[in-house]
């Protein structure tokens, strides 16, 4: 077969046609290939990549999908999703009820279910750790998710009040003001475990209280924010006479005792030192411990000999590999350095998939997600720097939104041809939502809507301006290098949006740590997102567009938006219930356009399916990766380098 610019044909040693890298790119690859191995760990029975790095171990803290994979083997929540069932089953909890009117459910914890340093499980570490998940002090993304807990809002909200005031009192010096803290800090904790319906009856029975009753509670229980961490661990207390002793019936050691926590004297909130989630000091209550983790390397979990199901465990060891170059990673899987490639996102990945559909290879499998691709708007007032954000107007987000071409996009950019998406929720991905339909293109449309906000080509050179003669401002569009993928799409929308509006965009592309902080800092005009719903309800993909959502990196706030989705979160009916959301969303996606859907995700994963078992293809991509087992008939394939 002739070879072309990009690629050539080879065939593997069973006579397969696989697809390799050009030769061009195939020097390179190697050679981050070599260095990426210069200092080998020792081979594990299964090791997977991504092209990202695990951001945080801290389960409250976590929002990125390869966290909670990862964080979903070093901790166990009350119940877990099994995506084979489709049922929750046990997890650090062996049975539930719940109550008549559905406002409180009982937790029976198992009596076997240790932490990884031998201490017995309690309630009590879900009572602590649920406080820090719904502590402002934490910086988690998902506490609000939990409001529902009776007493959760107001307690947040009360810390929140507590911490204003302490930054406008005076105080005569530092130890006043360090003592003060400190006590606000007893006061919030006192008031937690009083007023927020989170009831330990015993070491083994843990209630919850809900304000109003919450179909999906179970789903948020699996969730990887939810998971306990170990007091004694996360705060760095001095090691214990007895360690089978449970913490809460030690003493609490002094501020000055607790090596990772303290609390800040400026601010009065509680500070945490991240060391704790680190190899030697974390400690977990799920089927693996941290052995080791190089940043932005690799990560590698060994079988932890204290999970109650030890025993069932099939693979010893695994490692987690960050490769960030699309190539290289394609070059490992094929060297047989990895056992499974999470996200092929190589420029010929739509070739490959070719090839598996003539039978050519068997190693790609193309799994449809619970998840959206967008493109999100800073809707704040102002950009950093105190300049005037053009996107704070619906109308102008309406007209960017009404001019992008998706069809093109899923045809000749991505190739994948994935489903169109004009809202955010997946179209028949939860049983019973209806989803709407959201703003289609329409190009004279989206010029009507820029000149309503004040922006026409006035004097005719093909770029619009504000009445006083002002260009709009050339437009920054935020995205991942990690993958060709975004690139394309952002070069896409810039041709789509510079030849229909008469507007300048430019392109900036950065690595994945950074382009989070500018999410996180709001540093941005458009950027580039991705959703993987969280659980089996609209309000995974909506809660996005809640005011002070910790996801809502837009800075977007509507006050009728975050009213309906009160009212539909108390309405008793769930029919009625997901008809109010459809309504919620339909309004998000036609009048404010917070962001601008472009497609349901289809992610492409590589792996051989006669050697690997136990990965899921449910689209919510959850992976028990204790159940992942790896057959090589006595031979481990590959050798690592």
Known sequence: MEMSTYHEYVRSKDG????????????????????????????????????????????????????????????????????????????????????ADGRSWTFHLRPDARWSDGSPVTAWDFAWSWMRLLTPDTAASYSSLFFPIRGARECWKHRNEQLKAFSERDFLDDRERIVAARRLWDDHEDRFS?????????????????????????????????????????????????????????????????????????????????????????????????????????????????????????????????????????????????????????????????????????????????ATDFFSFNCRPTLPGGRLNPFADPAVRRAFALTVDRDSIVEHVTRLNEPIATTLVPPGSIPGYESPRGLDRDPDRARSELAAAGWIDRDGDGLVESEDGSLFPITTLLYTTNTPRFKRMAIALREQWETELGVRIELVGKGSKFYRNDLREGDFMIARGTWYGDYGDPTTFLDLCRTGDGNNSRGFTDPMIDAALDEASTESDPSRRLKMLADVERRLFTESLPMVPICQVVDVHMFDPDRISGLSSHPRQIHQFWKVAVDDGGARGAAAP
Request: aromatic share 10%; with cysteine.
């Open 16 to 99: 397969a046609m696989i697809r390799q890298l050009p030769l061009i790119l195939l020097l390179p690859a190697l050679l981050v290939l070599v260095v990426w191995f210069d200092e080998p760990a020792p081979r594990s029975d299964f090791t997977w990549s991504s092209s990202s790095d695990v951001f945080t171990l801290d389960p409250q803290r976590m929002s990125y999908l390869t966290d909670m994979r990862v964080g979903s083997a070093l901790y166990e929540g009350l119940v877990r999703f099994d995506p084979e069932q489709g049922l929750f089953v046990p997890g650090a909890a062996t049975s539930w009820e719940r109550s």
């Open 194 to 370: 009083r007023e927020v319906g989170i009831e330990v009856v015993d070491e083994s029975t843990l209630v919850v209280h809900l304000e109003q009753p919450l179909p999906w509670l179970l789903d948020l229980l699996a969730f990887t924010p939810a998971s306990p961490v170990y007091r004694p661990s996360v705060e760095g207390w001095p090691t214990a006479d007895d360690p089978d002793q449970p913490w809460h019936r030690r003493d609490i050691p002094e501020w000055d005792d607790r090596a990772f926590v303290k609390i800040d004297p400026a601010s009065g909130r509680l500070f945490q030192d991240h060391r704790w989630a680190r190899p030697g000091r974390l400690v977990g209550n799920g089927p693996y411990l941290l052995d080791s983790w190089r940043y932005k390397r690799d990560l590698r979990l060994v079988a932890s000999p204290t999970w109650h199901d030890a025993d069932g465990v099939a693979c010893e060891t695994i490692t987690k590999r960050t490769i960030e170059d699309p190539n290289t990673a394609v070059l490992a899987f094929e060297s047989g350095a990895l056992d499974w490639l999470n996200g092929v996102n190589v420029d010929y990945r739509v070739d490959m998939i070719e090839q598996q559909d003539l039978g050519h290879r068997n190693d790609i499998h193309v799994v449809p997600a619970f």
